[in-house]
């Protein structure tokens, strides 16, 4: 296309116009088709999000007969309710599996792949809110809560009405997700070049970790993150190997356990580098 002899601007046009229109149909359409087929399933109520409800009286029965009442599905598949203060509506285990106490909520979330809570405390119950959405917070759930407990809510609301229902979907996130997208796009590609252009530092820290002590020259280490989820970091070795095997201890700068590069390396100026290599490494594998 690029040899092609052009005649004139309309030409350009043309191509143009024909790009233009190959785009939109191989992308938009088997798009809209999909996103069709699926609101159809959900309708159907072939597809939904497992969902519970946090309160155990009126204002959870209410939720759950509007959106058990109508005919097409809004995408809420009801596993159960858990309560507060374990005083149940005998009326409200008729429609929905009693799952316990909200002591055990984390447990029973993992357990039934819960996606979706919706909180439906009554007003004595509203001094418990903040405690059950930081404990909620941990689970990697969607929240959302009736409105009469705007006031008393902290974070960032977004309000939806589903089949009739005015609900608030409770976020403690402070970015949107394209800015985390690109939040860690910049990240990945500033710790890319950061541990290329000081590839040969390391390479000259794995040789002096590997002549100053037998093992291996990195060692690895679990740390918590986002949702309490567990992840692998790898850091230089700065101590003999196996240093922990009688379980970790509190080091200083006469441990015998420090090798004498390891000495070098917990300088101030190189455990820093270090340190940010470490924070490098672990970012290129997410």
């Known amino acids: 296309m690029l040899d092609d002899i052009i005649s004139s601007y309309k030409d350009y046009y043309y191509s143009f116009a024909n790009l233009l229109l190959l785009h939109f149909t191989l992308t938009y359409v088997p798009r809209n088709i999909l996103t069709t087929r699926t609101i159809r399933q959900i309708r159907n109520g072939k597809i939904g999000f497992n969902t519970i409800l946090v ?9 759950l007969r509007s959106f058990t009442g109508h005919k097409r599905s809004a995408g809420y598949k009801f596993i159960g309710f858990v309560s507060i203060y374990e005083k149940v509506s005998l009326e409200l285990e008729r429609f929905c599996t009693n799952m316990g106490s909200f002591k055990n909520i984390e447990k029973t979330i993992a ?70 997208n690109f939040k860690l796009l910049f990240d990945k590609t500033v710790a890319i070049l950061f541990l290329t252009v000081f590839s040969p530092l390391y390479l000259f820290t794995a040789i002096g970790v590997k002549l100053s002590s037998k093992g291996p020259v990195f060692y690895k280490q679990k740390r918590v993150g986002l949702h309490g989820k567990e992840f692998s970091i790898y850091k230089f070795r700065s101590m003999i190997n196996d240093a922990e095997k009688n379980g970790p201890e509190l080091s200083s700068s006469t441990d015998p356990r420090i090798t004498r590069f390891g000495n070098f390396m917990r300088k101030p100026g190189w455990m820093k580098f270090l340190n940010f290599t470490m924070f490098s490494e672990a970012i290129c594998r997410l």
């Open 55 to 63: 309160g155990s009286n009126g204002k959870a029965l209410k939720i």
């Open 111 to 180: 357990e039934n792949n819960i996606e979706e809570v919706i909180i439906a405390i009554e007003s004595n119950e509203h001094k418990e809110l903040e405690k059950i959405i930081t404990q909620l917070q941990r689970c990697n759930v969607n929240i959302k809560t009736i409105p009469d407990l705007f006031e008393i809510l902290i974070g960032r609301t977004e309000l939806s009405l589903i089949e009739g229902i005015p609900l608030l979907h409770i976020t403690t996130e402070l970015m949107p997700v394209w800015e985390k």
